[in-house]
């Protein structure tokens, strides 16, 4: 069984929106950081948005912040992210992780700190 399982990802022009979903497989839900990583081709890969998921605190990237949510429903086991007046600079692939221990707050948003992976949904955007 696949760790986690993302969908949601496709083309859109700039503002417009799309919601990844990102479902626990193998992974066990409901404890610790779970969240979105996304990397464009030539960059390194970068924190988007993460959720406690035993509670209700999360984190943001700064130039995400204001357009992109990220939220849960503990009765299906998934963490959902919308994204909001999109931008070509968001094209990337995007990555669901979840954590296996409770991270400082100066690691929520490192990807190396994450276990747990999907395989990744494309999100491109056009003018």
């Known amino acids: 069984q696949a760790q986690l399982l993302e969908s949601g990802g496709g083309s859109v022009q700039a503002g417009g929106s799309l919601r990844l979903s990102c479902a626990a497989g193998?992974?066990?839900?409901?404890?610790?950081?779970m969240g979105w990583f996304r990397q464009a081709p030539g960059k390194e890969r970068e924190g988007v948005a993460v959720?406690?998921?035993?509670?209700?605190?999360?984190h943001y990237a700064d130039d995400v912040k204001g357009r992109f949510t990220i939220s849960q429903d503990r009765a299906k086991r998934t963490v959902y992210l919308q994204m909001n007046s999109l931008k070509p600079e968001d094209t990337a692939m995007y990555y669901c992780?979840?954590?296996?221990?409770?991270?400082?707050?100066?690691?929520?948003?490192?990807?190396?700190?994450?276990?747990?992976w999907g395989q990744g949904t494309q999100v491109t955007v056009s003018r």
């Open positions: 992780a979840g954590s296996n221990f409770y991270l400082a707050n100066a690691r929520r948003l490192n990807p190396d700190d994450y276990s747990y």
């Open positions: 193998s992974y066990t839900y409901g404890r610790y950081w």
């Open positions: 959720i406690y998921t035993a509670g209700v605190s999360a």
